[in-house]
């Protein structure tokens, strides 16, 4: 190779490395590996979310198996949270979804129990059994409240 | 009193030309862009001299970046008990300010500065109109192609740095201070959306390349044709290019709302 040719062979590998690192980040960091195959979209309502945030992890056993993509405010000012799920996940319309604290002052996420149902739930569909994230400050607020009626 | 205010308005009036010229002189390279025929092997070369040749101030400074924010990020965290978060903390900096940013003042310091010293040069040497002399449009072979491959290399030299940033972290957070690896990763990947931190992080990078580009280019195109000319052309394209990325940085970020 001559040095213009072994120049551009620098260049150009130069280029692709940094292409490379760009989609890597892309896929391997940003989570864009979600968005490919068509995701399995369930809907469920919670009476309280507590700073539960969009693209936080929903689980199953702990294992990630997809996001949070979406939280509205419902007509009946419940909020209404859209979770992607893996595609190939076969969901029992009697699963359950739960909000859960990592830690005590960590980020909520979704757990999701699946039931024992023969039918599966399909995209689109809403998850029945919900339960609401506990708060930290009602708990304390309940504790005290009830510590003072039992020493009236 | 009369001349302190006759002063301000000349300097008003000069800032205010300054910017015109820029304004024109861009507007003369896009131009200059699209105008056959292509100068590719240029670009190439040039790409080789700004790009490639700044590869290791980059990693090196990316690699110690990311140790210093692994470090502070843990002592930070581990007050509160959170140092399975480290990851989100020295991704989340590095991919929105940190990673654009200080590859932007590196690549001045490093790309930029020479580049208008370059140009600089030429212009005292008179090579610039030697070239109008054997009608050789200048900015079309000399300034384009210099501009154009600071604007394609910074998203690039961006990227490079912010991985390296993320090594440089985890070296120190997982590896030495004994955060646990997988949590790193987790809590790295959970805080990075595509959308609000890589998009926003590569059009950064773009916008700064575009900036820099231009004004490391202009800098050396009106600086005086003397050796202290060059000079001061050179301080110029330093500061002004930092400074504005810096403002610039601001903005962007006021704007995307994230």
Known sequence: ??????????VGLFVLAALVTIVFLSLGVGGLAYSTGTPLRLYANFDEIAGLKTRAPVVISGVKVGQVTEIVLNDDFRARVVIDVDGSLELPVDTSAS???SGVLGDRYISLMPGGEIDFLKSGEEIAFVESAVVLERLIGKLIHGAGTETE | MVNA????GAKTTRFIEELGRIAVFTWLIVRAVFRPPPRIRPFIDEVF???VMSLVIICVSGVAVGAVLGLQGYNTLVRFGATESLGAAVGLVLFRELGPVLTALLFIG?????TTAEIGTMVATEQLDGLRMMAVDPIHYVITPKALAMLFVMPLLSSLFILFGLGGGYLVGAQLMGVD???YISSLQNAIVFKDDILSSLIKALTFGCMVGVIST?????????SSGVSRATTASVVVGSVSVLIVDYLLTALMGV
């Open chain 2, 218 to 226: 202009f800098e050396g195109y009106s600086s005086a044709p003397t």
């Open chain 2, 5 to 8: 205010i006759q002063e301000l």
């Open chain 1, 99 to 101: 909000i859960i604290t």
């Open chain 2, 49 to 51: 001299k700004v790009g």
């Open chain 2, 110 to 114: 490093r790309a930029g500065s020479s």
């Open chain 2, 181 to 183: 690896p997988g949590s």
């Open chain 1, 1 to 10: 190779m001559n040095r213009v040719a072994c120049r551009d062979f620098i």
